[in-house]
């Protein structure tokens, strides 16, 4: 059974700090791992990671991925209030298109 | 472009009654699925597809019942519902196949059992 654990739960930070999140996995046959935000309702799209060790950035957001050890993390710098949310990571595995998703770190950006 | 819409955004309903959640997309993706989303518990997968016709077990079914006539709709059936269906449903649509893209959630459906 495919397994994705998150980690901290939650945290909470005040605007300007930089927040790192991790993501653990045990997949057979890992296709991709995901990270989504979710603010209110939907989870939005971040990131997919396929391959070891290359940076994917968008803006203050950055993600990389560990193949060996089967992690991920994700950063973002320079929090604003506006990064409060619950980041979810997912894995995909090579076989289907099903994603395992983890339970998620709920993120609060104090100003 | 509408995207994943999934309809009503909320419903209360008693015990034992029967419901059914929708979900629409737009974007002719072959494979869509229906999560439950409960508190510090992420999103577990209740049902998937893969086209139409074509429907599996996920992660927590019992329950609830899908089919998929077409490729644009993927309604959620609860057949008597209890209070530990209480929770947020989403659905969820993606290119299947080998095609690894990422998954568009609909707003979601905050469903409560009483």
């Known amino acids: 059974e495919d397994k994705v654990v998150q980690s901290p739960l939650s945290l909470v930070v005040h605007e300007g700090d930089t927040v790192t999140l991790n993501c653990s996995y045990e997949?057979?046959?890992?296709?991709?791992l995901l990270w989504y935000k979710q603010e209110k309702k939907a989870p939005t799209f971040l990131f997919m990671l396929?391959?070891?060790?290359i940076e994917k950035k968008s803006g203050r957001l950055s993600s990389i991925l560990d193949k060996k050890e089967l992690f991920s993390i994700l950063n973002i710098t320079a929090t604003q209030t506006g990064d409060s949310a619950i980041y979810l990571c997912?894995?995909?595995?090579?076989?289907?298109?099903?994603?395992?998703f983890g339970g998620g770190t709920r993120v609060l950006v104090k100003p | 472009n509408a995207g994943v819409t999934q309809t009503p955004k909320f419903q209360v309903l008693k015990t034992g009654q029967s419901m059914t959640l929708q979900c629409a997309q737009d974007?002719?993706?072959?494979?869509m699925s229906w999560y439950r989303q409960d508190p510090g518990m992420g999103l577990r997968l209740i049902h998937y597809?893969?086209?139409?016709?074509?429907?599996d077990q996920g992660e927590v079914p019992n329950g609830y019942n899908v089919s998929r006539s077409t490729t644009e709709d993927f309604p959620l059936r609860l057949l008597s519902a209890a209070p530990s269906q209480t929770s947020v449903y989403f659905c969820?649509?993606?290119?299947?196949?080998?095609?690894?893209?990422?998954?568009?959630f609909g707003q979601g459906t905050r469903l409560t059992v009483v």
């Open positions: 974007m002719n993706h072959e494979y």
């Open positions: 396929t391959s070891s060790g």
């Open positions: 997949v057979t046959n890992f296709r991709s």
């Open positions: 969820a649509s993606s290119y299947g196949g080998s095609q690894n893209t990422e998954a568009f």
């Open positions: 597809s893969v086209g139409a016709g074509i429907t």
């Open positions: 997912a894995v995909r595995r090579a076989a289907g298109n099903k994603l395992t």
